[in-house]
Structure formats: structure tokens, C-alpha cells
């Protein structure tokens, strides 16, 4: 079955940096990447997602990029702020059908103001 | 629209017991996925049920299932709890469960087996 690394598992960052979040899968056969945000003691809710017919996907701060060549899928948020410290995973799921993912242990991004 | 619900939000078993927890999709929604949580393992994608009937799985023991009624409300059963069986579970609800719909995630249920 897919199998999903992320790293790091935790990245502290200054206000304003930018932050990066790496994930790797195994099955060539996934095409469809999406990234959650998790508060702590909220809900995960989807912030980006990216297909595999596409090498990038932009909305505002945030961008995700994808080489299926290497599989590997980043995140990656710019000119961070204190409201982004969240716990931030990354799924991958073939489509064609059902979403069925397979997610990577996350990241916990701490924002330091 | 209200969001998706689960009931109960925290729930305390022993070892060997069975437990049912709840889930209530946004309206409208057929599919509902359940997902468990765990420090350990992270987010794991246990089934997901379309139109009472499930149509997918993932790769947990047969301890862990589930149903879906006509109103799209769906329940989680696991019996013969285990220690590791402690967790947060997710359910998410989507109008059809396609990979062009977004998930909507309920707060969770978090299960403490003792």
C-alpha cells in the first residue's frame, strides 16, 4: 500500500520567515495530494490541494508543489504569522474514484512572533 | 448549513468492551469517512460509507466497523476495545466522496480505553 514520509516533524520559525514542509510517497499510482491544517484542538480542515497534472498550485500565502518524478509534494507558506502555528499534514490518494488517503505524521509548525 | 457533528465528544471504556460512537454529516452530504488519530500513528483512514452501504476500507482489524443509515448519519462500532484503541476519531462528510469535493471534518470523538 501507499506509504507517506513528512518532515521535519516540527519547524519553529520567526514571524514573517518563510516555511517549508516535505512529503514523499511510494505508490506512482496516487495523483491527488491535499494538505490539512490542525489547531490544536480543532478540527483538520483542508487548505491546499494539487493534482497530478499540475507541477504547482498558489492561494495567497500558501503554494504547494508536486515532482511525480521523485514523488515528493511540498508546502510551502510564506511571510508566516503567529496564526499559522498548526499542525500541517499531507495525504496522498489515487483518484479515479473515491478519496481514500494515506496521510504523512505531520508537522507541527510553531510561529514565533 | 450546520456542520458535521459527532456524538459522544469524550468517552472513557474499559479493556474488552464495545463502544458505538456517532457522526451526523452536513446536509445534503452521502459520504462519510471515519479516520482515527493517534500520537503514534498519526491520521489513519479506517472506511468510508456512501448510500448505506461501505465502500471502502482501510487496514484495520474487523474489531472496527461501521454503518450508515438512510439519512446519511452514520455510527462506528469497535468491540473488544484495546488499550491501543485509544484515540480521536475523525468522521468527515462530502456530498459523493469524490477527489473533487472537500472533506469537512466533525470535532471528533476522543475514546480513552483503560
Known amino acids: 500500500g501507499e506509504n507517506v514520509e513528512q518532515h521535519p516533524s516540527t519547524l519553529s520559525v520567526q514571524e514573517g520567515d518563510s516555511a517549508v514542509i516535505k512529503c514523499t510517497y511510494s505508490?506512482?499510482?496516487?495523483?491527488?495530494f491535499p494538505w490539512y491544517k490542525q489547531e490544536l484542538g480543532k478540527r483538520p480542515q483542508l487548505i491546499i490541494d494539487?493534482?497530478?497534472?499540475?507541477g504547482e498550485k498558489k492561494d495567497q500565502r500558501i503554494a504547494v508543489t508536486l515532482n511525480k518524478t521523485a514523488k515528493h509534494f511540498s508546502l510551502h507558506i510564506t511571510e508566516t504569522q503567529p496564526e499559522d502555528s498548526a499542525v500541517y499534514f499531507c495525504?496522498?490518494?489515487?483518484?479515479?474514484?473515491?478519496?481514500?488517503?494515506?496521510f504523512g505524521r505531520g508537522t507541527s509548525l510553531i510561529v514565533h512572533p | 448549513k450546520a456542520g458535521v457533528t459527532q456524538t459522544p465528544r469524550y468517552l472513557i471504556k474499559t479493556r474488552g468492551q464495545q463502544v458505538t460512537l456517532s457522526c451526523s454529516p452536513i446536509?445534503?452530504?452521502?459520504?462519510v469517512s471515519w479516520y482515527q488519530q493517534t500520537p503514534g500513528q498519526g491520521l489513519q483512514f479506517l472506511f468510508e460509507?456512501?448510500?448505506?452501504?461501505?465502500?471502502n476500507k482501510g487496514n484495520f482489524p474487523g474489531r472496527f466497523s461501521g454503518r450508515q443509515f438512510s439519512n446519511s448519519r452514520s455510527e462506528m462500532n469497535v468491540s473488544t476495545l484495546e488499550l491501543g484503541d485509544s484515540a480521536l476519531y475523525l468522521c468527515?462528510?462530502?456530498?459523493?466522496?469524490?477527489?473533487?469535493?472537500?472533506?469537512?471534518f466533525g470535532p471528533g470523538t476522543r475514546l480513552l480505553v483503560l
Open positions: 468527515a462528510s462530502s456530498p459523493t466522496g469524490t477527489l473533487r469535493e472537500t472533506q469537512y
Open positions: 505508490d506512482s499510482a496516487s495523483n491527488y
Open positions: 494539487i493534482r497530478s497534472n499540475v
Open positions: 495525504a496522498a490518494s489515487i483518484s479515479g474514484g473515491s478519496y481514500i488517503p494515506t
Open positions: 446536509s445534503g452530504h452521502r459520504s
Open positions: 460509507y456512501f448510500s448505506e452501504t461501505q465502500r
